[in-house]
């Protein structure tokens, strides 16, 4: 079984900054993508960033473009999302996904991987 653990939420002032963790865990368990997904109440979920190992670039909504910034850390399974410039809109739960042995490495592999339990943003104008 795979478990991914987040870490990092909380609250900010607009303009603020905010870096999110997540670990995947798993007996012989290797991801090839790692991301981030968010959705607000009321919105639809919506991919946020992903990395892709199949292509080895950083993947973004355009929302999200110049002020977040994924990287991860193979060796621990680990996945970051740096966070600045926030503004209100980007309050939402945030939740970390991975893929899945034998899936697809792209948004909508991720979308049916592993899902971490989510960390709440919140910011504040």
């Known amino acids: 079984q795979v478990q991914l653990v987040e870490s990092g939420g909380g609250s900010v002032q607009a303009g603020g900054s905010l870096r999110l963790s997540c670990t995947a865990s798993g007996e012989n368990y290797s991801s090839k993508c790692m991301g981030w997904f968010r959705q607000a109440p009321g919105k639809e979920r919506e991919g946020v960033a992903a990395?892709?190992?199949?292509?080895?670039?950083?993947h973004y909504t355009d929302s999200v473009k110049g002020r977040f910034t994924i990287s991860q850390d193979n060796a621990k399974n680990t996945v970051y999302l740096e966070m600045n410039s926030l503004k209100p809109e980007d309050t939402a739960m945030y939740y970390c996904?991975?893929?899945?042995?034998?899936?697809?490495?792209?948004?909508?592999?991720?979308?049916?991987?592993?899902w971490g339990q989510g960390t709440q943003v919140t910011v504040s104008s």
């Open positions: 990395l892709f190992i199949r292509d080895g670039n950083a």
């Open positions: 996904a991975a893929d899945r042995p034998g899936g697809v490495c792209s948004w909508a592999g991720l979308l049916i991987g592993y």
